[in-house]
Nanobody, 116 residues
């Protein structure tokens, strides 16, 4: 059973930056894909970005050029660097990982609030 611990959320002004981290532990399987999702009030959860074990990345159009996803395979940790934040980026951000046995796990979520 994979456990995920997220950190880095908080309150930031428009145009500011935040860096989210998510550390995975407890699995006897290797971690394949890692990703970040977000859910704003009254909206469905959506993919923000994900990254394969080999480093291939995928971004939502709304964050391209502003957010960067990266990972440290030795630490089983995924990061999301968020720059030029906008009010519409306000949401609870969730980490998700998929292990080599095809199971997946979600983090508890971390709140990002962008104030104008």
């Amino acid at each position: 059973q994979v456990q995920l611990v997220e950190s880095g959320g908080g309150l930031v002004q428009v145009g500011g930056s935040l860096r989210l981290s998510c550390a995975a532990s407890g699995s006897s399987y290797s971690i394949n894909a890692m990703g970040w999702y977000r859910q704003a009030p009254g909206k469905a959860r959506e993919l923000v970005a994900d990254i394969t074990r080999g480093g291939s990345t995928n971004y939502a159009d709304s964050v391209k050029g502003r957010f960067t996803i990266s990972r440290d395979n030795a630490k089983n940790t995924v990061y999301l660097q968020m720059n030029s934040l906008k009010p519409e980026d306000t949401a609870v951000y969730y980490c998700r990982v998929i292990t080599s046995d095809a199971s997946n796990a979600w983090g508890q979520g971390t709140l990002v609030t962008v104030s104008s």
